[in-house]
């Protein structure tokens, strides 16, 4: 009897078990190092390079649908490159956020307009920049 315990102790301590990740854990992850991504999920960068590991249910929600927009007029469609959002790893975490929070529609239009005064203004910046240094 002693014995078959000990044998069973000894499988016991044998297996290892993978870390379970679900979307909602992918969801509060925002910055993510691993070059994979969990099923449900996509991924974008920002403009400071960082790397968001964002969930697809994300793709229905207008704030992004915005942000894609102004992606795709300030970069273009990437072909085989990764999707760069027009905003900064600070301004993401703050929208996927809220976003997680679930918002009522006259707020997310109330975020939407401030994404794209915040894209206008850091727009401003950079081409009175450029015009500075010719």
Known sequence: ????????????????????TNRKMAATNHCSKSSTVDKGCFVIYTMDKTRFVIPLAFLSNSIFCELFKMS???????????????????????????????????????VLNSVTCYHCSSDTHFNQGHADQQ
């Not at 009897?1 to 379970?20: E, Y």
């Open 1 to 20: 009897m002693a014995r078959s315990w000990h044998k069973i102790a000894a499988i016991g301590r044998k297996r290892i078990t993978p870390a379970r």
């Open 72 to 110: 795709e007029e300030e970069f273009g469609l990437p072909s085989d490159g990764p999707i760069t959002l027009p905003c900064d790893s600070v301004v993401m975490n703050y929208i996927v956020s809220i976003v997680k929070r679930g918002l009522a529609k006259d707020l997310e239009r109330a």
